[in-house]
């Protein structure tokens, strides 16, 4: 199992460790701070051992990361892990504000069922069953996006259950969602979004959701 160190501390961007496995181009540390695409949320960017990671995907409780095919890494050997912190940290507020809108349009309108999610380092977006347009509820949203964001409210996240590594996110008096991904401390930081509707087809709707301030 890969000690998931992301978790505790989110804000990390360097971290030394071990190499656990290797498989050709394929590499397992004992711990890292480097998040694999997981909830819709993209992966991570930068090095391992002074190499460029080009991708990263979890495999069970490990997470596996590819290298280049001349790495030369061996299990045992120490490396330092180095994180892209300015994309590492828009994925956390956009994934956070994708899952606030989302808790919105639920609280909103009961029984609207989410079909699809993204999360990358420019925009989020969610996709929904809806037959009308979505954005009739934006003005909702907006407001109730606002009050969250001035109040600067704590974003608690920890196990609902360690042994099959099962989490969560609350923020009191708001929301409490299972999700694994990774989070800012407080809706402050977030800052300011823009919303905009799509209709991806017949009964489809998407929110796409970006940062005024990257």
């Known amino acids: 199992m890969t000690r998931k160190i992301f978790w505790q501390d989110p804000y990390r961007t360097a971290h030394k460790t071990r190499v656990s496995a290797v498989d050709k181009e394929h590499v397992c540390l004992e711990e ?12 991570d960017s930068g090095t391992l051992a002074g190499v460029s990671v080009l991708a990263a995907e979890k495999n069970g409780s490990d ?4 290298l280049p095919p001349d790495h030369g890494l061996q299990v045992g050997c120490e490396v330092e892990i180095l994180i892209d912190w300015e994309r590492r940290y828009r994925l956390m507020r956009l994934h956070f504000a994708a899952e606030m809108v989302l808790q919105l349009v639920y609280q909103l309108h009961p029984g609207i ?4 999610a993204h999360i990358a380092a420019d925009k989020a977006r969610i996709d929904f069953a ?27 996240t920890a196990f609902s259950d360690e042994v099959v590594e099962r989490r969560y996110w609350e923020v009191e008096g708001f929301a409490r969602m299972a999700c694994g991904g990774t989070h800012p401390r407080s809706t402050s930081e977030i800052g300011a979004l823009k919303l905009k509707r799509k209709n991806i087809g017949k009964g489809k709707e998407r929110i796409e959701i970006t940062l005024v301030r990257m």
Request: no cysteine.
């Open 130 to 156: 809806y037959a009308e347009s979505i954005a009739v509820l934006f003005p909702q949203i907006e407001a109730r996006v606002e009050t969250l964001l001035t109040a600067g409210l704590p974003i608690v």
């Open 32 to 43: 890292t701070i480097f998040f694999a695409f997981s909830g819709g949320q993209e992966s």
């Open 113 to 116: 069922e989410r079909i699809g």
């Open 63 to 66: 997470i596996v990361y590819t």
